[in-house]
């Protein structure tokens, strides 16, 4: 299975990737300028239980 950088996140609609607004931490992405999509957010899931180990 191959899983592109694309189907796990996308860009933030409101800063468009820039993370940030006006000098400030875009608050839709907590600046990262990306948001995960479901599946980003399965295989976050998995690394954190996992990694917790
Ligand atoms: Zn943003």
């Known amino acids: 299975m191959i899983i592109a950088t694309d ?4 860009a933030c609609p ?17 600046g990262k300028g990306v948001i995960l999509t479901a599946q980003g957010y399965t295989l976050l899931d998995f690394i954190q239980k996992h990694l917790n180990k």
């Open 7 to 10: 189907d796990l996140e996308v």
């Open 14 to 30: 409101k800063c468009q990737r820039a993370g940030e607004i006006e000098g400030t931490p875009c608050p839709a992405c907590s």
